[in-house]
């Protein structure tokens, strides 16, 4: 199983960026599609962005759109989250998931990823 480790987190104003990272061990990473999600107090668990295992293909929520950019390197085993425009809704723990690459890919749909990370804080104050 692969393991994942985020970072990256913190608080940051209205209108600021952060840049997650999540870096993956134990198997091969270009082996997985790769997602990022997030949850709010009180919230289910949302997705967020989506990058395939080669980076070719990659998917965002509607609310992030134009704002977030996921990225990855697979040399080195790391999946990036660029955020920008930050805004208060944003506040949640985000987490990086783990797809083993298969026939089909269903990048929204929590139950398709087979790894997780512990999550990272991120809290955009107004």
């Known amino acids: 199983q692969v393991q994942l480790v985020e970072s990256g987190g913190g608080l940051v104003q209205a209108g600021g960026s952060l840049r997650l990272s999540c870096a993956a061990s134990?198997?091969?990473?270009?082996?997985?599609?790769m997602g990022w999600f997030r949850q709010a107090p009180g919230k289910e668990r949302e997705f967020v962005a989506a990058?395939?295992?080669?980076?070719?293909?990659?998917h965002y929520a509607d609310s992030v759109k134009g704002r977030f950019t996921i990225s990855r390197n697979n040399a080195e085993s790391t999946v990036f989250l660029q955020m920008n425009s930050l805004n208060p809704e944003d506040t949640a723990v985000y987490y990086c998931?783990?797809?083993?690459?298969?026939?089909?890919?269903?990048?929204?749909?929590?139950?398709?990823?087979?790894?997780w990370g512990q999550g990272t804080q991120v809290t955009v104050s107004s």
């Open positions: 990058i395939t295992w080669s980076g070719e293909n990659t």
């Open positions: 998931a783990a797809a083993r690459r298969g026939f089909v890919y269903y990048p929204r749909e929590r139950n398709k990823y087979d790894a």
């Open positions: 134990g198997r091969t990473f270009s082996d997985y599609n």
